[in-house]
């Protein structure tokens, strides 16, 4: 039963809610004051749906979370929440059943495996190179990402194609191509006695050669010599080109007349 709270003259109407007669419902009821008779004139009560603020607990592989509904979902209907809500490493449909606003989970049998570092790799060839590859974030089941090709090997740029199919990662696609190889770069010399390093006096393209300072790699010398670039990797091809200084306690024979000094 239900009351009205205030006093009514005979023939005034009030309208109470719903929820106040059932918390399983919602709307309002009408109730008529006749000589001091309360009575029902009209309702328009229907039950509670499960909105996206409703939640139930879900247990997902042996791991439980609170799990909510995507969207409202009508009362006596099903729906679904995220697997993920429930258990982080998996993802797809929890579906969920409305009754009388109260959620209830039904079925998980849809959650599948995400791929996430460091759990899921797989093997890479990157210009002929073996590596391995791992997302850069977690890749639901049956979705699709790119990684960076330096992630896998280094001296490489552009995206590498991924795909996860429940927790096991493929390469989809490869579009790698080598770096350059700029002046901030070393490259290790063993120059006439001295071991040394130098860089490229200008940017290099991947497979071209430049130019590096001789005297950076052995003080005793001047020039250029030839260095190399590949996948931003430098190697000297020549040192050819360098030509040793003359110190201050260097001599040299001079004739004088018939005399030689």
Known sequence: ???????LKSGELVQ???EDVSGAYTGLVVLSCFQGSLSKVGSDCSINPCEPWHFTIATVHSVSGIVTPREQIAAESTGFGECGNANIEYSGDVRLSCNGGNLTVTDVSTCRLTCVAPRSKSPVTIDGKSAEVMPAERIPHSGDATQECGQAHYGYSGPIGLHCDDGTLS??????????CDTSL????NFAGVVGETSPLAWIP???SGLADCRAANPGYTGNMTVSCYASVLTVVSYDTCAQTCQKTSTAEVQIGEKMF
């Not at 039963?1 to 006093?7: E, F, R």
């Open 171 to 180: 390469v989809t696609s490869v579009n790698c191509t080598p770096d350059p």
């Open 186 to 189: 070393k490259v290790a010399t």
């Open 206 to 208: 991947s497979g071209s």
């Open 16 to 18: 109470k809610l719903c």
């Open 1 to 7: 039963s239900v009351g009205t709270d205030v006093a």
